[in-house]
């Protein structure tokens, strides 16, 4: 529901090690209007399969389907790239959500705060 925190997980495996990795998470409407970007911070990573955690608490949306990409990047280029890897709807607000934190829009909104993303190797 809007209002309600969200998270997604990403596994990825990497062949050979990625200096300056980042991951970037877009998220846009249906109709292709990009209204979040967030990536990680930059790190060098060994070969192995991570998972990369990408929470966001704050971010408030009107009630919709969303698609989101990902990207995997070294030194800010994309080495890959996954147009709509993924589709989330945002039902009407939760039940226990602070109304202070809704904010009631026409057509949507814009708000640019961090989405706060950790990677984890898992072999």
Do not use: C
């Not at 990497?14 to 979040?36: D, E, P, Q």
């Not at 030194?75 to 589709?87: G, L």
């Amino acid at each position: 529901p809007v209002g309600v925190p969200w998270k997604a997980r990403i596994t990825f495996t990497l062949s050979k090690a990625v200096k300056n990795f980042r991951i970037g998470l877009g998220m846009k409407t249906t109709s292709g209007i990009y209204i979040r970007v967030t990536w990680g911070p930059s790190q060098d990573l060994e070969p192995g399969t991570y998972q990369a955690e990408i929470s966001d608490d704050t971010t408030i949306f009107v009630a919709g389907f969303y698609l989101l990409n990902i990207s995997l990047m070294s030194f800010e280029k994309a080495f890959q790239f996954v147009d709509d890897a993924a589709t989330i709807e945002l039902t009407d607000r939760g039940h226990d959500v602070d109304e202070d934190r809704i904010l009631h829009t026409t057509g949507g909104s814009l708000i640019l705060t961090p989405m706060d993303i950790v990677i984890t190797k898992l072999t």
